[in-house]
C-alpha cells in the first residue's frame, strides 16, 4: 500500500511539473530562449521562465496632435468610455495618462508642469510666470522662471541667494554685472544662448531693440523652493533704508535721493542699449569669466535619430552649478532609454511633441505627454527615454543641477557587459547582443517606429 500510494505521488508531482513547462505550437526561436548545458548531461534543455515572459503587446501611443481619434480612457480590450464630463483639449495632449500603457504600474508623482498653468505677474514692459515645488512637488532641486520683456524693458539691478542660469528662447537680451572684487561684465546674448550669474552676484537684464518685439528667456535656479518674489531688489532695498542713510553711504546730499522709487520696480520700461555697450572702466577690470555662453554657435553632434550639443562647467566655465543639453529627435526616432547617475533633471520643451515613461525601480514606471512649453522632472537615478510622438522634428533641454553633463546609456552597459551574462538575464540569442552599441546611441531612431 505505501509503494502504491508512493507511486501516485511521483505521477502526480511530476505531472504537476510538466505542466508548469510552456507549450507551444511552434518551436521557440532563439531570441526568446536560451540554451543552458548542464554538468549531468549533454543534452541542452530549454528552461522554464523564472517569472512569466514580458507581453508582447507594443504599448504604442494612441494618438497624437494629428489624429482626430475620440480620446477615451480605453487601451486594447482593458477601459471603457467616459460618460460624464470630459475635458477633451487635455486629453488630447495626454494619451499615456488616460490610457496608459499596460506597462505602467504605479506613480512617481506628478512629472508635468504646463508653464501655461503658471499665474502671469504682468508688468509695464513685460511679465513673468514660475515653476517651484509648489506647483510640482517631485521637482526638488530646481525651480524654473519664464520672463518677457519688451524692446528696452528693463528686469531691475537685483541679486539671487542661489546662482541663475539662463537660456534666451527669442530676441537678445543685454547683461550687466559686477563681482565681488568690483569686476564688472557687460554682453548682448542672443537667442539660443546662455547667461549664469553665482549666488550673490548683482545684475540686471535688458531688452534690446535687435528684434521689435524685445526678449524672452528661461531662466533656472538650483533649488526647487526658489520663489522669484524673494529677489533682492535695488529699488526695493533703497525705498526700506533711511534717506540719511542713503545720503552718509554716497556721501551725498540728501536732496539729491528725493526722487528715488518708493517701491520696486521689478521690469519697467526704459531706452534699448546698444548692442556694443561698454562698462565703465573698473580699477579691477573685467570678470576673468564671462557670464555669458554663445550656446547657438556650437556645432550640435550628428546621430542616427538626431543631434545633441551640451554645455557644463568644461566648456561654460562660470556655470558650475547647472549643465544643459539641447537635444533634437526626428520623427520615429527617441533619446535613447538612459539615466543621469548623480543628478536631477530638469527638462523643457521647445518644439513637437513627446512621451516620456519615468521608472522608478521596486515595479513603479508612469508616462507622461509633453508639448511646446511643458517642464518634465525626472529624479536621480530614474531610467527613462524620450520619444517623438509626432510628425516633426521634437527639440528639447535637459537641465542638471550639475557642474558637468552625465548619463549612462542602457544600451551601452549592455553591450559592455559579459554576453553570457545578458544572455541568462534577458534570453536574447547571441545575434541580437552582438547587435549591441558600444558607443553611446544618444538618439536613436530605427526599428518600432510608428507614423501616421
Not at 515613461?357 to 521596486?362: C, I, S
Request: with cysteine; aromatic share 10%; proline share 9%.
Amino acid at each position: 500500500m505505501g509503494k502504491s500510494l508512493a507511486v501516485v505521488l511521483c505521477a502526480v508531482l511530476y505531472g504537476s511539473f510538466v505542466a508548469s513547462i510552456p507549450v507551444s505550437d511552434t518551436p521557440p526561436s532563439d531570441s526568446s530562449v536560451v540554451e543552458i548545458a548542464t554538468s549531468t548531461s549533454s543534452n541542452p534543455a530549454a528552461p522554464s521562465p523564472t517569472v512569466p515572459y514580458a507581453s508582447d503587446n507594443p504599448n504604442y501611443w494612441l494618438w497624437n496632435e494629428t489624429t482626430t481619434t475620440d480620446p477615451q480612457p480605453e487601451r486594447d480590450t482593458l477601459g471603457t468610455n467616459i460618460l460624464g464630463p470630459q475635458n477633451i483639449p487635455i486629453d488630447r495632449q495626454n494619451p499615456d495618462i488616460l490610457a496608459p500603457p499596460t506597462t505602467d504600474e504605479g506613480t512617481v508623482g506628478n512629472a508635468k508642469w504646463p508653464f501655461s498653468l503658471s499665474k502671469i505677474q504682468l508688468n509695464t514692459g513685460g511679465w513673468v510666470r514660475q515653476q517651484n515645488v509648489q506647483q510640482m512637488p517631485i521637482a526638488t532641486a530646481m525651480a524654473g522662471v519664464n520672463m518677457r520683456l519688451e524692446s528696452g524693458a528693463i528686469r531691475e539691478l537685483h541679486w539671487h541667494q542661489t546662482a541663475e542660469w539662463a537660456y534666451v528662447l527669442s530676441g537678445s537680451t543685454q547683461i550687466t554685472s559686477v563681482d565681488q572684487l568690483g569686476r564688472n561684465y557687460v554682453a548682448t546674448v542672443r537667442q539660443g544662448d546662455l547667461w549664469y550669474f553665482p549666488p550673490g552676484i548683482p545684475h540686471s537684464l535688458q531688452a534690446t531693440n535687435d528684434s521689435s518685439e524685445g526678449t524672452e528667456f528661461l531662466l533656472i535656479f538650483p533649488d526647487g523652493n526658489f520663489n522669484d518674489d524673494d529677489t533682492l531688489l535695488l529699488t526695493d532695498w533703497l525705498a526700506h533704508t533711511p534717506k540719511e542713510v542713503i545720503a552718509k553711504n554716497f556721501q551725498d546730499d540728501i536732496a539729491d535721493w528725493d526722487d528715488i522709487p518708493g517701491s520696486q520696480l521689478y521690469i519697467f520700461p526704459g531706452v534699448p542699449p546698444p548692442d556694443n555697450q561698454q562698462p565703465p572702466s573698473s580699477p579691477a577690470g573685467e570678470v576673468p569669466e564671462p557670464f555669458s555662453y554663445a550656446f547657438s554657435e556650437v556645432t550640435p553632434t550628428q546621430y542616427t535619430g538626431g543631434t545633441v550639443k551640451i554645455a557644463d562647467s568644461t566648456t561654460f566655465n562660470i556655470s558650475t552649478q547647472i549643465a544643459v543639453a539641447e537635444i533634437t529627435v526626428e520623427p520615429g526616432a527617441m533619446r535613447e532609454m538612459h539615466w543621469h547617475p548623480t543628478e536631477n533633471e530638469w527638462g523643457f520643451f521647445l518644439e513637437g511633441t513627446a512621451r516620456v515613461t519615468l521608472f522608478a525601480g521596486t515595479a513603479i514606471a508612469q508616462t507622461f505627454d509633453y508639448q511646446p512649453g511643458d517642464i518634465s522632472y525626472i529624479p536621480t537615478g530614474y531610467g527613462h527615454y524620450v520619444e517623438n510622438t509626432g510628425n516633426t522634428t521634437l527639440k528639447f533641454l535637459e537641465i542638471f543641477n550639475s557642474p558637468i553633463f552625465q548619463d549612462v546609456s542602457l544600451a551601452q552597459w549592455l553591450a559592455l557587459t559579459p554576453p553570457a551574462l545578458v544572455k541568462q538575464h534577458l534570453q536574447l540569442s547571441d545575434t541580437t547582443i552582438a547587435r549591441f552599441n558600444r558607443t553611446k546611441g544618444v538618439v536613436v531612431g530605427g526599428p518600432g517606429a510608428r507614423a501616421f
